[in-house]
């Protein structure tokens, strides 16, 4: 009885990590999302790393944006933001959701990361309003309505997730294949995101 349950344990750990990794991979966010908004979204992408989705509404003759960038990362900080200034994390103009561990409520701020030593909350250089930010069981998503220089058609985005470093504080992201290549020049009025690039083929010897 005793190894029937240890062998069933086994399986059950092996079959979600079997089944985390092929959702990682395959599993299109977008198609099934609800969002905790009463806002609704006309385009959704499912980012190509980081199980990442962003949904959102764009005026490009006013430069409206409204927008729910989503992303599973419990217990950590997500971001998503702009970077006018090229295709990398420096000069991101970003919006922060940072998950509080004593009041288990996320917050949302904005951070101009103008350094990798000093990552600390600032003006951005985009108007914005409606920041919120709301965490379920699975994701936590990132809501705001920006006003982009009226007939932009397509941005530098940057995505990201990481752990916090305490209560309030959050730490450097991983330095994994997915986390350095979050970034993604995006058409806002005909999105095509590709395919994500195929994962690197687990070792056997890793295993
Ligand atoms: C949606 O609208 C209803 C009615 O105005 C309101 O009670 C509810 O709080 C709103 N939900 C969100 C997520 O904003
Ligand atoms: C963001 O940081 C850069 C570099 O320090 C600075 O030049 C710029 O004025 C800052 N933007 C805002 C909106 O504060
Ligand atoms: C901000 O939110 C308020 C209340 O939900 C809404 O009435 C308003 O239209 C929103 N503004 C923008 C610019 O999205
Ligand atoms: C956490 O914050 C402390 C105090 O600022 C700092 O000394 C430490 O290096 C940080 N650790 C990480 C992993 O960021």
Redesign the pocket.
């Known amino acids: 009885m005793a190894s029937y349950l240890n062998f069933a344990l086994l399986f059950a750990v092996f079959s979600v990590g079997c089944s985390a990794r092929s959702l990682m991979m395959t599993e299109k966010f977008c198609k099934t999302q609800s969002l905790q908004t009463n806002l609704t979204f006309n385009t959704c992408v499912d980012l190509p790393t980081l199980g990442a989705t962003l949904h959102w509404n764009y005026d490009s003759m006013t430069g409206d944006l409204d927008l729910a960038f989503t992303a599973s990362n419990p217990g950590g900080w997500i971001a998503w933001g702009i970077n006018p200034t090229g295709l990398r994390m420096l000069?991101t103009?970003a919006m922060v959701a940072v998950f509080d561990s004593s009041s288990m409520v996320v917050t949302p701020y904005t951070y101009?990361?103008?350094?990798y030593s000093s990552v600390i909350p600032?003006?951005?250089?985009f108007p914005y309003s409606n920041l919120t930010a709301v965490v379920d069981d699975f994701r936590t998503a990132i809501f705001a309505h920006m006003m982009l220089t009226p007939e932009t058609t397509t941005v530098n985005t940057v995505w990201q997730v990481g752990p916090m470093n305490g209560t309030r504080t959050i730490a450097m992201h991983s330095m994994d294949y997915d986390n350095l290549n979050s970034v993604l020049k995006l058409d806002l009025i005909q999105p095509d995101v590709g395919s994500p690039a195929p994962a690197p083929s687990p070792s056997p010897m890793a295993m």
């Not at 101009?112 to 350094?115: G, R």
Request: glycine share 20%.
């Open positions: 000069g103009q101009n990361i103008s350094s600032g003006p951005i250089s």
